[in-house]
């Protein structure tokens, strides 16, 4: 295990409840981890939130994307990360699980998609 | 006219309806099922395990609405699927001619009968537009080469009517930016949400590219609307109009007025491209209520399907 992921972990695990999936997005969605939904998605709220505003797979909870759209508004975050929370956030790369993700935006692997996803975005 | 050449024209109001979920009786009990829709609905949505609930699949009944003379809608979910098996859906049911192809993210497992699946949600909703969009461009998600482009006109789904309100319109416009044309919203008992829902989507120019289809559900009783309210997610119908068709004298009929109050309201807000309905009646209401709202019905083919009908 690297000794970054576990300091990566012992301080976005309890602040956050990061899920360590290696390609954090936080910063985009409101310091809202959207691991936590139980659902994972990444391009959330889907249709199905309560009309509380709690999850539809569990009551008890309030939808985590409901949470990360009124952070991404009202938290003190730069402006670039606020209009980033509009934006169309790539399928999970899975083999990134449980690796840092520090380390992946420092090298940039956080930041590989599928060629067809590249190939669309630039159109 | 295609549903495509419709949604791009906009030369009347389109509507959609929905085959039901279906199990098992063959083909022949299949074609008695979507009947009443021929010569009324311009397409109707092959869905993919509603209400989280197994059923003949969204492939197999969009084959068989085809092979009966209809136009299909592909609806593809993300919730028991990989990336893999999606796009081999999709790209499959286009070597049989299905084009439309509606992506949503999906109920959860829990909303169905077997609870105790495992959810898959490899993609999420826009993810798969912007994957749908990519293989009628040409290319599976790796970049490998489809050739030649399947014609996939690619669609999604919304709901006006549910939390964060103000950002929903927001979330269309996600889907548009990935490829989507048209959009089938989700029931909405709302009117006001669903009025301000069309106004933020005009104000961004999404109608202008993408046809916009308010669902309208179809039922008979106070009871059919109040399960909705309580186990469908996403869904809430306001207390006064449960209230209102169990209080009439004439409930069936008193829902049915409101169904088509809704599609009227529907249709005069700006953007709205036509309404696309659920329907759970099976008493014929589909045809009445295009009727109602002057959709043209193509008799000879309606009497033709019966026909058929009463040959197999």
Known sequence: VNPVGVIEHAIKGPVFDCRMCGQCVLHDTGMTCPM????????????????????????SMKCVWV????????????????????????????RLQGES??????????RITPDGWRLREEG | ???????????RPIITGEAPAFDAGGLDAFAERVAEMHGVVDAINATDGPAAHAHASNVAIAIALRQLGFEPILQVVCRDKNRIALQSDIVG???????????LTGDDVTAGDEPEARRVFDLDGPQLVAVA????QGRYLSGRVLEPAPPLFVGAVENPAAPPHGHRAERAAKKW????????????????????????????GLTREVAVLPTIV?????????????????????????????RAADSPEAAYQLALEQARHALALPGVAGVHLTDFRHDGSVARLAADLGHPIDKESMQHAHRATLAV
């Open chain 2, 1 to 11: 006219m295609s549903f495509r050449d419709l949604c791009e024209s906009r030369e």
């Open chain 2, 177 to 204: 930016g990935a490829g989507a044309r048209f959009l089938q919203l989700q029931i909405c008992f709302h009117a006001d949400r669903l009025a301000s829902f069309m106004n933020e989507v005009e104000q961004l």
């Open chain 2, 218 to 246: 179809l039922v008979r009783s106070a009871g059919a609307l109040r399960f909705m309210d309580r186990q469908v997610p996403g869904i809430s119908v306001p207390p006064a109009i449960v209230d209102a068709v169990e």
């Open chain 1, 67 to 94: 949470k990360a759209e009124r952070r991404s508004r009202t938290l003190p975050l730069l402006p670039s990360w606020r209009e980033h929370f509009h934006a169309l956030r790539p399928p999970l790369d899975n």
């Open chain 2, 93 to 103: 049911a286009a070597l049989h001619g299905i084009d439309a192809v509606c992506c």
């Open chain 1, 36 to 59: 936590t939904c139980p659902k994972t998605l990444r391009n959330g709220p889907c249709g199905g939130v309560r009309d509380d505003g709690t999850c539809e797979v569990d009551a």
């Open chain 1, 101 to 110: 993700s520090w380390i992946n935006a420092v090298t940039g692997r956080d």
């Open chain 2, 133 to 136: 969009s990519g293989l009628a």
